[in-house]
């Protein structure tokens, strides 16, 4: 997919930080294990782990056995490839807070004269230290290219000073910054949908579309990360990266082709016209007590231990200050202990300009196009049909949906999960769906103008109970302009 000059080849050596970690054996090692078994990682690709924990090569190798076994869906198991895949992993204990140990580093990684790739997950603390220990060990060379997984950086300074940290190093086009949700297939899908039929695009306009809404809810609460969230939030756990990619995605001007400098120009304008969000454009909420699916929870503050104002839930009503979207609102919201877990993108279309039907007793729904992500992933047009029958008592229109089922029209194919992509284009150096810095430069930008107005009025997040579509304020929200959010 990559433009041939970005392509700066495949790499046969891996090397994962953080390799003992919850990320490592959640989704990176199935991931490899993935692509180890389906022959898409060349046989000469090794795979070095490192983290604090002293252990040998043996040992890690069993835990990522298993980790494997734990995490790898049932069909991956037990196909005999177990073993040739532990083969490629060897493990070098590092504190990276120390340069000195890199050199030990290098040594097992041997030869990287046939490229290196880097996967990096780091306290942001660490990342300057990180980025010396490398260098210092020889292991920056322009065969080498780094993925960084967030958070990087709480601001756009912070980021920043990480970004500028990295640069000492690695150039922009050996910097691959990982957003996950660029990795799933239906995001992918989208450039595809828009772009790779007719239909839509004259009508994906202020001229065609009414609003746009961006869901993406949870069902899970604080799941242990009681530090990092609780610093975080939902605005800059969710909405400064995916959220704002779904919406660039959505809103971007066609590219000149798909390589990853006309991809990431055309998300870049989109994220530069973000308009200043105003006070009463924004719903910050926390969960409280709840039941979600059933069963009963806990509230935030008590997941925690403490009181807290940072917030689980936010709505936001943004604006794109451009041609194409003057006047259509995209209202945002994302939060934890939601009703349901789903990310959906919905486009709702404007009414018809005349309805012929009305004498007639024809009420007329305008059309909505659904673009559900998971957990199910599918496109759904809702279009107006007639009722059959003989229209004695008037005519009866109703609302049915043109269906395309992804997970039934390609049955066949693979579910992957978004870090087999992401870890694939990292090792082959195609760089098109990993975020070039002024694009993060622009989601941070817009969101700390956010939390600046949210410090500046006291904006402390409402309470909703678990369970629920969040704080009434969120419905509100869109309830005065005569929108409901789709659920
Ligand atoms: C992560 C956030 O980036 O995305 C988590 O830090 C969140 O808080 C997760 O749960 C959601 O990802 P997905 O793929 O499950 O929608």
């Known amino acids: 997919m990559a433009h041939a000059t970005e392509n700066t080849g495949?790499?046969?050596?891996?090397?994962?930080f953080g390799a003992t970690g919850d990320l490592a054996k959640r989704m990176l090692l199935p991931s490899l294990f993935a692509l180890h078994e389906d022959g898409l990682i060349a046989a000469d690709l090794r795979i070095v782990g490192t983290a604090r924990s002293v252990m040998s090569d043996e040992?890690?190798?069993?835990?990522?056995?298993?980790?494997?076994?734990?995490?790898?869906?049932?069909?991956?198991?037990?196909n005999g490839q177990l073993q040739s895949f532990l083969e490629r992993l060897s493990y070098q204990p590092l504190d990276a807070s120390q340069t000195d140990g890199f050199n030990a580093l290098a040594q097992k990684l041997g030869d990287i004269s046939g490229g290196l790739s880097i996967f990096l997950s780091t306290a942001p603390s660490l990342f300057e230290a990180m980025i010396a220990g490398l260098k210092s060990a020889g292991l920056t060379g322009e065969n080498v290219r780094i993925g960084l997984e967030k958070p990087l950086g709480n601001d756009l300074g912070s980021s920043g000073v990480i970004n500028d940290a990295v640069a000492q190093a690695f150039s922009e086009q050996q910097t691959f910054r990982i957003d996950h949700y660029l990795g799933k297939e239906t995001v992918q899908n989208l450039m595809a949908l828009r772009f790779a039929n007719m239909m839509f695009e004259p009508l994906w306009n202020s001229n065609g579309i009414d609003h746009v809404e961006i869901t993406v809810s949870e069902t899970v609460g604080l799941e242990g990360r009681h530090g990092?969230?609780?610093?975080?939030?939902?605005?800059?756990?969710?909405v400064q990266n995916h959220m704002l990619q779904l919406l660039a995605l959505t809103a971007m001007e066609a590219p000149a082709n798909l390589d990853a400098t006309s991809v990431r120009d055309e998300k870049v304008k989109v994220l530069r016209s973000l308009r200043p969000v105003q006070m009463e454009e924004m719903v910050r909420g926390q969960y409280g007590e709840g039941a979600v699916k059933g069963e009963a929870v806990?509230?935030?503050?008590?997941?925690?231990?403490?009181?807290s104002d940072t917030?689980?839930?936010?709505?936001?009503?943004?604006?794109?200050?451009?041609?194409?979207?003057?006047?259509?609102?995209?209202?945002?919201r994302t939060g934890k202990r939601l009703a349901e877990r789903r990310s959906e993108i919905v486009i709702q279309f404007n009414a018809v300009p005349h309805n012929i039907f009305a004498e007639r007793g024809g009420k007329l729904n305008a059309n909505r196009l659904v673009i559900r992500l998971q957990p199910e992933e599918y496109v759904r047009l809702q279009v107006m049909a007639k009722e059959p029958g003989l229209d004695r008592d008037g005519v009866v229109l109703r609302e049915v949906p043109l269906d395309l089922s992804l997970s039934q029209a390609f049955s066949k194919a693979r579910k992957r999960?978004?870090?087999?992509?992401?870890?694939?284009?990292?090792?082959?150096g195609d760089p098109t769906l990993f975020v070039r810095r002024d694009e993060v430069e622009a989601q941070w930008h817009w969101v700390d103008a956010i939390r600046k107005t949210w410090n500046e009025n006291d904006m402390e997040p409402k309470s909703y109970g678990a369970g629920s579509w969040g704080p009434a304020a969120a419905i509100a929200l869109t309830e005065r302009d005569g929108v409901s959010w789709h659920e």
């Open 298 to 307: 806990n509230s935030y503050a008590d997941d925690l231990g403490d009181q």
């Open 59 to 78: 040992e890690y190798r069993e835990l990522a056995a298993q980790s494997l076994s734990e995490y790898l869906p049932e069909d991956r198991k037990g």
């Open 228 to 238: 990092f969230y609780d610093d975080t939030g939902s605005l800059r756990d969710m």
């Open 417 to 428: 999960i978004a870090y087999e992509r992401l870890l694939l284009d990292l090792v082959d």
């Open 311 to 332: 917030e689980t839930f936010v709505a936001i009503k943004a604006h794109i200050d451009n041609w194409r979207w003057q006047g259509v609102p995209f209202y945002l």
């Open 10 to 16: 495949i790499s046969s050596r891996l090397l994962l």
